[in-house]
């Protein structure tokens, strides 16, 4: 028997690495054989699907002051997150939601274009931003257009179909934004639209996915980016269709599984990569949120079954978890 562990991050506990890592040794400890692809959507751990970073960059940080960035350069192929120069990571609490800037991010990817990259990935996620990309257009404005007829193409992947007035409204209050300044944002993000619209010819607007990373989004499809499904371009890169077919049983995961895992999100799209290819699937998840059903797999809440342990624990947990799920699995014969 083969099991294929394909899990996200487990935010705030655990890598995808550390999870994959778990799912392998509870298939050891049962004698299963096993492959791993530690997995992302376009927010973080984008950089691990490609091979990890290999550069440092200092930039311009969300809020205005130096940080040094990693991103990986591979042939002519650039893979940046912008979280890492414009977001969570690098700002911790210390932003003001109406005033963070996506100046870094922009850099990053001007960095990669002057090393020579030719296709440029930007994940968006994890961001403080709700700058509509300004910040970011505004460095790249020299480098335009961003859709290969310079030689060099700027793919943003993404996880939401969010438009890019609603940002502020869906993302900033999760950034620390309060009402007053979500409808300050929203009609700024207006302003941005109509004047991308006029001196781009774009409607950032009409772009499904336009409003990820606060707009950034849509700011870099103003220059020409395309904004793309972060997953696809994930399972692409790693062929997951093949390895999928290959394994007897998939493993997957994140640290919160809600009606949106399965709209866009890297679960969503293991599970219906497996239901194509015609194999079983088991999400493990950090909590389950209520009413959340993913039909026809199994489904394990590590916080219902482990408690608080499942926060402070969650590799162990994970592997405690998917060694009894195999041995579900051997006891009925693999059905």
Known sequence: MRVLALPDKFRGTATATEVADAVVAAAADLGWDSDRAPIADGGEGLLDCFGGANRDTEVTGPSGAP???QWLLDGARAVIEMALASGQPVAGDDHDPTTATTTGTGELIAAAIRAGATDVIVGAGGSVTTDGGLGALDVLRKYAPLDGTRGYTVRVATDVT??????AEVFAPQKGADPGQVAALTERLD????RY???FGIDVGAIAG???AGGLAGGLAALGASVVPGFDLVANHLDLAAKIAAADLVVTGEGKLDPTSLSGKAVGGVVALCRKVGRPVA???GQVARGTSVGGADVVDLTARFGQRAQRDTAACVREAVADL???VRGTGGN
């Open 67 to 69: 940080v040094t960035a």
């Open 162 to 167: 969010t438009r890019f007035r609603d940002a």
């Open 191 to 194: 302003e941005l639209a109509a």
């Open 197 to 199: 619209r006029d001196e």
């Open 210 to 212: 336009s409003g990820a």
């Open 283 to 285: 999400v493990v998840a």
């Open 326 to 328: 195999l041995a579900r």
